[in-house]
């Protein structure tokens, strides 16, 4: 059926408000970002000097501080991906094979990711404060006062402190998705592996994981984008300090735009970290459906 | 009872207490450090940082009436309510419009439209916030209520169209088609037949939005600098950045933007944790 235009018309018009709003703040900073990248400029004057690819060669071979930001954001996503959700996949298989109440924990370990990276952030801070910080009273109170040090301020400590806050806030994501997986799986097929005389162990391996990979996939990616973009927890702990420890991309960005006034230069580094971001997900996804296959 | 069988069961039941051990260690470390701020929000400036029970023995529930009024926090929480209010009507509204427009009412472009936004769902432009600061700048939004606003509105949109675009698409039409026999134009159909059976995913989306709004920091730190159009997340990093932290106040502030989150959550947690569940499970 061939549609009026007036039908045509009053029919774009639902659309035409997203549409707008869209157009003005998704397609247009997305456009921006890609053209100020080639530019040198601070963002307030009308002088802006054509650079071609030079922001983007000085950030791939002469910028340090940016290298040393990616490798903690890698860092974090490392521990991320392995502690963190190993500990939510272990909790989901627990509540799923051992507990009928399973819903209280599910409640409660969801509480961390529904608070504000800042108020996680300014929590932590106080517990891992160095002359009156809670974990110290602790310490020193079981007799541990030599291992007590300023956490976050702490070279040697503050990446990993910084990563257990965020392993803290973000482990509910991953139990969650992973329990509904597990929960998705016919209780029979456990059954049947269990009458032919299958141990506990054998039964994960051989039938929970195959049949877990796309979750693990999806769970794996969130916790790649959510944790290399982390910013506000950064922001209300350390603030990328000490020196560059917990300096992340999202934080270096932020520190040229405002700091020193090279929005250019902070574009062509958004350029680059996207992309990189784009490639690991889809990197993810090839091996989750090579995976899937075999 | 024979002895093989005993041990079976003592052995199931001492790994199921450990398996409960655990989950109640880690429940209570999910919880612990809410207490504690709790707590710490009812001692003094003097005793915050010697004094560590659990139970003060005089709290100081004045402190949180300082971080209202002095601390400026009453300002900063209606600030809060005020951008996620609108925020959210913003998103139900024009979202819901959109996703009826791409389920229902065809129109050149539809089929592009709805893949740019599926496709800024996918695609990371973590330093969207530059440019949008520029493009804020142009429009003379900079530090407006409206300049916080409208960018978390086209922030939730794409999810918003998804998600009812995904639950229109699933409902039956005979209703629409009844409602429009009886004389009823597109947009009446749309508001009083196809609205009000999408209660579900609207209300799905309102919680998300509300979450996302509520906490969001990166853009109020950019587009807000006068103290009374701060929400409340960059209303506590200029209060703790301050030159003496009160941190019994700065406490009590967190206190006051955790409350309401964590009541909605208890009070909508099965939506929460279905929505998130179903989401990601269909993806």
Not at chain 1, 205 to 226: E, H, N
Not at chain 2, 1 to 19: F, G, H, N, Q, Y
Not at chain 2, 162 to 187: H, I, S
Request: overall charge positive; hydrophobic content about 55%.
């Amino acid at each position: 059926m061939k549609l009026s235009f007036r039908d045509q018309f009053t029919n774009s018009l639902f659309a035409l408000p997203a549409a707008l709003l869209f157009a003005v703040f998704s397609i247009y900073p997305f456009y921006k970002v890609f053209q100020l990248s080639l530019y040198q400029w601070d963002g307030i004057s009308t002088a802006m000097r054509f650079v071609g690819f030079a922001n983007f060669w000085d950030i791939l071979t002469r910028n340090a501080a940016w290298w040393i930001s990616f490798k903690n954001a890698i860092y974090i996503t490392f521990l991320a991906l392995t502690v963190q959700n190993a500990l939510a996949l272990l909790l989901a298989w627990a509540v799923d094979r051992e507990i009928r109440a399973g819903n209280i924990y599910r409640v409660i370990f969801f509480i961390p990711p529904i608070l504000s990276g800042i108020v996680v952030g300014l929590i932590w801070n106080w517990i891992f404060e160095g002359n009156y910080g809670l974990l110290n009273h602790a310490l020193t109170s079981m007799g541990l006062g030599g291992w007590t040090r300023a956490w976050l301020a702490d070279p040697k400590t503050a990446l990993y402190s910084v990563a257990t806050i965020h392993m803290w806030k973000g482990f509910g994501w991953g139990f969650i998705i992973l329990l509904a997986g597990l929960q998705n799986i016919p209780r029979e097929l456990y059954e049947s592996a269990r009458v032919d005389g299958a141990g506990e162990w054998h039964v994960f391996r051989k039938i929970t994981v195959p049949l877990m990979v796309p979750v693990f996939v999806l769970v794996s990616i969130l916790t790649i984008l959510g944790t290399m973009q982390i910013f506000d927890l950064i922001i209300s702990t350390t603030g990328g300090g000490p020196g560059y420890n917990t300096e992340v991309p999202m934080t270096r960005m932020v520190a040229l735009m405002l700091g020193s006034g090279r929005l250019g230069y902070a574009c062509a580094m958004s350029v680059i970290f996207g992309i990189l971001l784009l490639l690991f997900s889809l990197v993810q996804m090839r091996l989750g459906k090579w995976l899937d296959k075999d | 009872m024979d002895v093989a069988r005993l041990k079976r069961v003592l052995s199931k039941s001492s790994r199921s207490t450990l398996v409960h051990g655990v989950l109640i260690l880690v429940s209570i470390s999910c919880v612990f450090p809410l207490v504690w701020m709790f707590v710490s929000a009812l001692k003094t400036q003097e005793t915050i940082f010697s004094n560590m029970s659990l139970i003060p023995a005089s709290p100081h529930w004045e402190n949180f009436a300082l971080a209202w009024t002095k601390g400026k926090f009453g300002i900063f929480f209606f600030n809060s309510l005020f951008y996620t209010f609108c925020t959210v009507v913003g998103v139900l509204l024009i979202s819901s419009l959109a996703a009826y427009a791409s389920s229902r009412l065809p129109f050149p472009g539809r089929k592009i439209l709805f893949m740019l936004l599926l496709a800024t769902m996918m695609i990371p432009v973590p330093g969207a916030f530059i440019a949008l600061y520029v493009l804020l700048v142009k429009l003379n939004l900079v530090n407006t209520r409206l300049g916080y606003i409208l960018p978390q509105i086209n922030g939730q949109l794409a999810l918003g169209v998804f998600l009812l675009k995904t639950f229109f698409d699933k409902l039956p039409r005979e209703l629409e088609d009844a409602a429009r026999v009886d004389g009823c134009n597109k947009l009446q159909v749309y508001y009083h037949v196809a609205l009000p059976l999408a209660k579900p995913a609207i209300a799905v989306l309102a919680i998300f939005t509300t979450l996302a709004v509520w906490n969001e920091y990166l853009l109020a730190m950019l587009v807000l600098s006068d103290r009374n159009l701060m929400p409340l997340q960059r209303g506590l990093m200029v209060f703790q950045g301050a030159h003496i932290t009160q941190y019994p106040l700065l406490m009590a502030g967190m206190t006051i933007s955790v409350i309401p989150i964590v009541v909605i959550y208890i009070i909508m947690q099965r939506h929460i944790i279905s929505g998130i569940t179903a989401g990601a499970l269909k993806m």
